[in-house]
């Protein structure tokens, strides 16, 4: 059974950077397709990007493109969601999920099968 565990969130000033992590164990992610989500307070969820496993092939929601970027380590069973020029907008708390299929649906999370509990970034002075 995979499991998804997510960390390095945190509190950070407009304009700072993070990098959240997703680790995995039980099964190799090599062939899984990995998405971040996130949630913010009254909102619904939003996905944020996604990464596929047969080319790598990425994908962005308009509000965080050329801020955040997503990478994946097979060696390390980890995906990385990357954040630079954090906005208070960004507050939210973030999931990574996992796709069986290998390939991203766009920012879909119809087939993510997979989730972590989530990490909490805030952005605020």
């Known amino acids: 059974q995979l499991q998804l565990v997510e960390s390095g969130g945190g509190l950070v000033q407009p304009g700072g950077s993070l990098r959240l992590s997703c680790a995995a164990s039980?099964?190799?992610?090599?062939?899984?397709?990995m998405g971040w989500f996130r949630q913010a307070p009254g909102k619904e969820r939003e996905g944020v990007s996604c990464?596929?496993?047969?080319?790598?092939?990425?994908y962005y929601a308009d509000s965080v493109k050329g801020r955040f970027t997503i990478s994946r380590d097979n060696a390390k069973n980890t995906v990385y969601l990357q954040i630079h020029s954090l906005k208070p907008e960004d507050t939210a708390v973030y999931y990574c999920?996992?796709?069986?299929?290998?390939?991203?649906?766009?920012?879909?999370?119809?087939?993510?099968?997979?989730w972590g509990q989530g990490t909490q970034v805030t952005v605020s002075s």
């Open positions: 039980g099964v190799t992610l090599d062939y899984y397709a």
């Open positions: 999920a996992a796709d069986h299929r290998g390939f991203c649906s766009g920012l879909s999370s119809w087939y993510m099968m997979y």
């Open positions: 990464i596929s496993s047969s080319d790598g092939a990425t």
